[in-house]
């Protein structure tokens, strides 16, 4: 599925105009104001957001601003558009967080280049996480309040690891968000669902648990919550592209010891 681009401008040309640059690479939200934005970013899962600044009510820095400081959007890109080629603009777009400032008239070949960019090292990051059995979930925050909460959802997650049957509510509930909010939040920040989150940190414990060797693998399963042998091992090789016991053959001895 293509990644999904909020655009963000009163001028209903330029909506147009971006539309047709962006709309045969991306699935595209158009919105007329900062108000709009605000309700999609409520209801749908974004991967990047652009934004005119001049525009009535919420103007984009005051948006990108209000993005970066909540943690339910925080992670996502924020390009700002702007005529405005001053300093003092410039400087104002990294005050309040925009990953990238691009002035008007623009080239839609360096526009597309600088967006496609932004996304690959992110989905980079993501994969990295996906596939490194001793990787820290914290390699994927973009700032201090993306840390924090996979930081308090990771920690939650392992307390409760043994359980075969972690609630997606309960976690939500853990995390001062709705089942829907925390799910985008999730997927948008990892690209894997919150169970496919769980998952992978369950697999992490067992790479550790492994590598201790002091333990069957048996043992490991169902430390780790898998009610299951064989799906214990599918989820291993499926994340880490190789079986359990290929990665115990892996390990040197000293690694085990």
Same mark, same amino acid.
């Given at each position: 599925?293509?990644?999904?681009?909020?655009?963000?401008?009163?001028?209903?040309?330029?909506?147009?105009?971006?539309?047709?640059? /962006?709309?045969?690479?991306?699935?595209?939200? &158009?919105?007329?104001?900062?108000?709009?934005?605000?309700?999609? /970013?409520?209801?749908?899962?974004?991967?990047?957001?652009?934004?005119?600044?001049?525009?009535?009510?919420?103007?984009? %820095?005051?948006?990108?601003?209000?993005?970066?400081?909540?943690?339910?959007?925080?992670?996502?890109?924020?390009?700002?558009?702007?005529?405005?080629?001053?300093?003092?603009?410039?400087?104002?777009?990294?005050?309040?967080?925009?990953?990238?400032?691009?002035?008007?008239?623009?080239?839609?070949?360096?526009?597309?280049?600088?967006?496609?960019?932004?996304?690959?090292?992110?989905?980079?990051?993501?994969?990295?996480?996906?596939?490194?059995?001793?990787?820290?979930?914290?390699?994927?925050?973009?700032?201090?309040?993306?840390?924090? *909460?996979?930081?308090?959802?990771?920690?939650?997650?392992?307390?409760?690891?043994?359980?075969?049957?972690?609630?997606?509510?309960?976690?939500?509930?853990?995390?001062?968000?709705?089942?829907?909010? %925390?799910? !985008?939040?999730?997927?948008?920040?990892?690209?894997?669902?919150?169970?496919?989150?769980?998952?992978?940190?369950?697999?992490?414990?067992?790479?550790?648990?492994?590598?201790?060797?002091?333990?069957?693998?048996?043992?490991?399963?169902?430390?780790?919550?898998?009610?299951?042998?064989?799906?214990?091992?599918?989820? *291993?090789? !499926?994340? *880490?592209?190789?079986?359990?016991?290929?990665?115990?053959?892996? &390990?040197?001895?000293?690694?085990?010891?």
């Amino acid at each position: 599925m293509p990644d999904s681009i909020l655009i963000i401008d009163d001028n209903e040309d330029i909506l147009e105009f971006l539309s047709e640059v /962006l709309g045969d690479t991306y699935r595209l939200h &158009l919105a007329e104001s900062g108000e709009i934005a605000q309700q999609i /970013l409520d209801t749908e899962v974004v991967d990047l957001i652009i934004s005119d600044i001049m525009m009535p009510g919420i103007d984009g %820095f005051e948006l990108c601003g209000l993005i970066k400081s909540n943690v339910e959007y925080c992670h996502i890109p924020v390009v700002l558009l702007t005529s405005k080629n001053t300093y003092k603009a410039h400087i104002e777009s990294l005050e309040v967080g925009a990953d990238v400032y691009v002035q008007k008239p623009f080239s839609p070949e360096l526009l597309q280049l600088q967006l496609a960019n932004l996304l690959k090292n992110r989905l980079k990051i993501k994969d990295h996480f996906a596939s490194s059995p001793f990787e820290d979930v914290r390699v994927m925050a973009h700032s201090k309040t993306d840390e924090t *909460f996979l930081k308090k959802l990771d920690e939650h997650i392992r307390k409760n690891i043994k359980d075969p049957n972690i609630d997606i509510d309960q976690l939500a509930d853990h995390m001062n968000m709705s089942r829907p909010t %925390f799910y !985008r939040k999730v997927k948008s920040l990892s690209s894997l669902s919150p169970k496919e989150l769980i998952d992978i940190t369950r697999l992490k414990k067992a790479t550790k648990l492994i590598a201790q060797n002091e333990f069957t693998l048996s043992e490991i399963a169902k430390m780790v919550g898998y009610s299951s042998q064989s799906l214990f091992n599918k989820n *291993f090789q !499926r994340y *880490f592209n190789v079986t359990p016991l290929e990665y115990i053959n892996s &390990l040197d001895k000293d690694t085990r010891s």
